[in-house]
Each structure stands twice: as structure tokens, then as C-alpha cells.
Antibody, heavy 115, light 107 residues
Framework: VQLLESGGDLVQPGGSLRLSCVVS????????MTWVRQAPGKGLEWVAL???????HYADSVKDRFIISRDTSKNTVYLQMNSLRREDTSFYYC??????????WGQGTLVTVSS | DIQMTQSPSSLSASVGDSVTITCRAS??????LNWYQHRPGKVPKLLIY???VLHTGVPARFSGSRSGADFALTISSLQPEDFATYYC?????????FGQGTKLEIK
């Protein structure tokens, strides 16, 4: 099993970025997938989840700005981040939800929002 | 949204000690309470799921329990590799939420 995130970068406030999480070893269409972030010096914060049927769920802090999606043909999960704020600066991890817990995590990708 | 209050925020202990970290939900939740270990520069690691089930490969010195509204992670006979930050997380309903974390340091 492997989850590989990419797409993190330095972006200006108000900008957009799309993160990708390429999965091998299991199918994203058969599992709930989630994004979790950690700001510098802070704790873990749950961001978004996509369920079996493709329904999305979001933290209040990112609702209406972020969109989680998946491409089952590429076995990849995405996080489209719009209207980025300085407080979105974080390491972003994707993870699989199994037995209602996050059992496999990627290595993470760093998003920095700064002018 | 369900808020998770974790305590203490930091803890000092010695190798061989036993420690307990607690987590309380802001409302009644099911057994979908999980515990993770996060070492600096590493990926978070699932330790316990569904309150008390030990994840594959996790040493038996880690255990989880529940008493009413309080959930607990106990680490018995601390080893050097156990000094890390620990988080609880509820999956009872979205938005999933994490506790604030407990940093376990060597005394």
C-alpha cells in the first residue's frame, strides 16, 4: 500500500492549488478517503472526506473553498483548494479510512500561503 | 460539530513508567474513537481504533478504554520510541475531529 501526495507549493493569499494523492495497493472507489493537515507547530486537523458513493464532507474551516474529488481510473484523490488564506499553510496528508479509522497515510505535501 | 478535549496537553515520564491520556467528547459518541502516535518528521500512525482495538503491529503495551464519556489511552512500560505526540480522533460523525494532542516527553 502506498499513498503519494503532490502539488504542494508556495501560493499567494486568494490563490488556488490542487493537491493529488496517487494510491496503489487498494482502490479509492472502494474506500473512504480523507485529507488531514497540520499547520506549523499545531496539531492535526481533519479537512475533508469522500465516501464510497463520491459524497463529500468538509471541515467548517474549508467548506465552500475546498473540493475533494477522485478519479477512479487513475486511483487518485484530489483536493482543490481555492481562496487560500495564510491560515491554510500546513502539511497536507491524505489517508485511507478503514474501520472508521485512518490506517494508511501518505508522506504529506507542504502548502505555504504567503505574499 | 463534536469537539474532542484531550488532556493533559503535555506529560513528562521516564522509560518504564505507565501513562494515561484522556479524551472527552462534547456530546455522546459511539465507540468510533481512535488514537494516533505522531513522531516529528514521521507520518501519523494508527495505534487503537474503535476505542480499544489494537491496530496490526502495535505493541501490546498500548491499550484503549472507555468509562462513560471519557476515553483513555494507556501506555505501560514506556519505551524510548514512545516519546511522541498522541492524538485522539472521533469518527462518529463528520466533520471528524481530533483532540489537541498530548506531547509525551522524557523526564
Amino acid at each position: 500500500v502506498q499513498l503519494l501526495e503532490s502539488g504542494g507549493d508556495l501560493v499567494q493569499p486568494g490563490g488556488s492549488l490542487r493537491l493529488s494523492c496517487v494510491v496503489s495497493g487498494f482502490s479509492v472507489s472502494s474506500n473512504y478517503m480523507t485529507w488531514v493537515r497540520q499547520a506549523p507547530g499545531k496539531g492535526l486537523e481533519w479537512v475533508a472526506l469522500i465516501d464510497h458513493g463520491g459524497k463529500a464532507h468538509y471541515a467548517d474551516s474549508v467548506k465552500d473553498r475546498f473540493i475533494i474529488s477522485r478519479d477512479t481510473s487513475k486511483n487518485t484523490v484530489y483536493l482543490q483548494m481555492n481562496s487560500l488564506r495564510r491560515e491554510d499553510t500546513s502539511f497536507y496528508y491524505c489517508a485511507r479510512v478503514w474501520a472508521a479509522a485512518l490506517d494508511f497515510w501518505g508522506q504529506g505535501t507542504l502548502v505555504t500561503v504567503s505574499s | 460539530d463534536i469537539q474532542m478535549t484531550q488532556s493533559p496537553s503535555s506529560l513528562s515520564a521516564s522509560v518504564g513508567d505507565s501513562v494515561t491520556i484522556t479524551c472527552r467528547a462534547s456530546q455522546t459518541i459511539s465507540a468510533f474513537l481512535n488514537w494516533y502516535q505522531h513522531r516529528p518528521g514521521k507520518v501519523p500512525k494508527l495505534l487503537i481504533y474503535s476505542t480499544s482495538v489494537l491496530h496490526t503491529g502495535v505493541p501490546a503495551r498500548f491499550s484503549g478504554s472507555r468509562s462513560g464519556a471519557d476515553f483513555a489511552l494507556t501506555i505501560s512500560s514506556l519505551q524510548p520510541e514512545d516519546f511522541a505526540t498522541y492524538y485522539c480522533q472521533q469518527s462518529d460523525s463528520t466533520p471528524y475531529t481530533f483532540g489537541q494532542g498530548t506531547k509525551l516527553e522524557i523526564k
